[in-house]
């Protein structure tokens, strides 16, 4: 039973992670049958990113209100839904609504799970749980486009979104049996103001950086609606501070825990972002490699990300949650330098071993994080908890692909040229400076943070007793 309920949360994840990045390689044969070009169809990722955005934030108050597994199958059913309509759209309006609506179900799936998971499992066995949580997260965006690619390439791509119609029902009737009923509560009212605002604020900023870093739209717009929202969020946090019950509790930060997480898993996730797009077109543009070969290259990491499971409980016991991700951030940093170094001349083995160790790293770094997200929060803030982490996450993800397509575009521009491969491999030191700095906030982390979940200062403390002995 420890296993089953996050193994059937996995599942409802990685559905959701797999669809939002196979649909990227797809995206020629899907444009060409509804009649537009590749460019305009990227309005399709950025309508599912945009209701994401939007609804996130809903997702902790729906769960208080409604109870925690009642909406966590809903969100499979209206996930399910959009993913037939994607496969029997006809028109690009068709598209673009449909994967608004698929965003709907994946913005209560993610934070739901994670919530459902947190209240029904004890705080000391939180990191194993996290752990088969976080191999969606890791897996999806590496196997999704040499998945993508194969179906497009062998079948059809209507069958991308038809695949996660026996894998909804399959969650949908396992979340009946195995979820723990959690008690629905009865919070304050809606936030409406709030949700205004932060929907504003993050639907703008994220729309806005895909705009930027994916260019269906004039730049200009994107630039426009970056603006927008950060003139929301700023608005937001002075409504925030003066609300009863905000939609997105503002004071979560002031637990040391939660912060460091926070802010250190932000800024470490824009590599997340950042690498699944550089490096298939590293090795497809720079190296010259078909989508096919390039894939099998880059599916090692998600390999890498499945074998976390096996030892984190262990060495979070050993080291503790502070020592941990310092290691890990700075390990996830090199790699991402290590990315950059490649050239046509190295051997694909090797790459191939690099990005299996990159892959375990991540997931070790985001098992440890998104656990020590929850270590010290109340049962009755874990909805919010929930909640404001799958906003920054988002976020951040976003974050990561503008960022690296931020680089590319300046280069390109200075150099006046088309893409190169030393364009690439800038891009790729570049991040791993941003991602370096992701282990600040935990220098500062106290040693003991999180030791209720981590069990870290229950080893200090029994040889302590040994030696006194």
């Not at 905000?246 to 996730?269: E, H, V, W, Y």
């Not at 931020?406 to 390109?412: D, F, R, V």
């Not at 190169?420 to 400076?433: K, R």
Request: net charge positive.
């Amino acid at each position: 039973m420890k296993r089953i309920v996050p193994m059937i949360l996995a599942v409802a994840l990685f559905m959701e992670q797999m669809d939002s990045t196979v649909i990227a390689t797809s995206l020629p044969a899907i444009a060409h049958d509804l009649g537009v070009g590749p460019i305009t169809l990227k309005l399709a990722l950025t309508a599912y990113m945009v209701s994401l955005a939007i609804f996130i934030p809903l997702s902790g108050w729906m769960a208080d209100r409604f109870g925690a597994k009642r909406i966590f199958r809903a969100a499979i059913v209206v996930f399910v839904i959009g993913s037939i309509s994607c496969a029997v759209a006809d028109s690009i309006f068709a598209f673009v609504v449909s994967r608004f609506l698929q965003g709907m179900g994946g913005a209560m799936m993610t934070p739901v799970a994670r919530l459902v998971l947190v209240r029904s499992t004890p705080r000391s066995e939180l990191v194993g749980a996290m752990a088969l949580l976080t191999i969606p997260a890791l897996v999806g965006p590496l196997a999704g486009p040499p998945l993508g690619g194969f179906i497009t390439t062998y079948f059809s791509w209507h069958w991308i979104f038809l695949i996660n119609v026996p894998v909804g029902i399959v969650g949908f009737i396992l979340s009946g049996i195995y979820l723990p009923e959690i008690v629905s509560e009865n919070p304050p009212p809606i936030d409406v103001t709030g949700f205004i605002l932060s929907a504003i604020a993050a639907a703008g900023t994220m729309f806005g950086l895909s705009v930027m870093s994916l260019p269906a739209l004039p730049p200009e717009i994107g630039a426009v609606s970056v603006v927008a929202g950060i003139i929301a969020g700023v608005l937001y946090v002075r409504h925030a501070r003066n609300h009863p019950a905000p939609l997105l509790d503002l004071k979560l930060f002031r637990d040391s825990a939660f912060r460091a997480a926070a802010i250190g898993g932000t800024l470490f996730r824009i590599s997340i972002g950042a690498t699944p797009f550089l490096l298939p077109l590293m090795l497809q543009v720079g190296f010259g490699l078909s989508p096919f070969q390039s894939g099998l290259i880059t599916f090692s990491g998600a390999i890498g990300a499945i074998t976390t499971k096996v030892i984190a409980r262990r060495v979070l016991v050993f080291a503790g949650f502070r020592t941990t991700l310092i290691a890990a951030g700075l390990c996830g940093a090199a790699f991402t330098f290590i990315n950059g170094l490649f050239t046509p001349a190295t051997p694909a083995l090797v790459m191939t071993g690099v990005l299996l160790l990159a892959g375990f790293v991540r997931s070790f770094f985001f098992t440890s994080v998104n656990a020590l997200s929850f270590a010290d929060i109340p049962d009755r803030d874990a909805s919010k908890a929930t909640s404001m982490s799958a906003v920054l996450q988002q976020m951040s993800l976003a974050l990561g692909v503008a960022v690296a397509g931020g680089i590319l575009e300046i280069e390109t521009m200075l150099r006046g040229s088309k893409l190169e491969l030393q364009d690439f491999q800038n891009a790729f030191m570049m991040i791993s400076a941003i991602t370096l700095t992701a282990v600040i906030p935990f220098i500062r982390m106290s040693k003991t943070a999180g030791a209720s979940v981590s069990g870290h200062r229950l080893v200090e403390k029994q040889a302590e007793t040994v030696v006194g002995k």
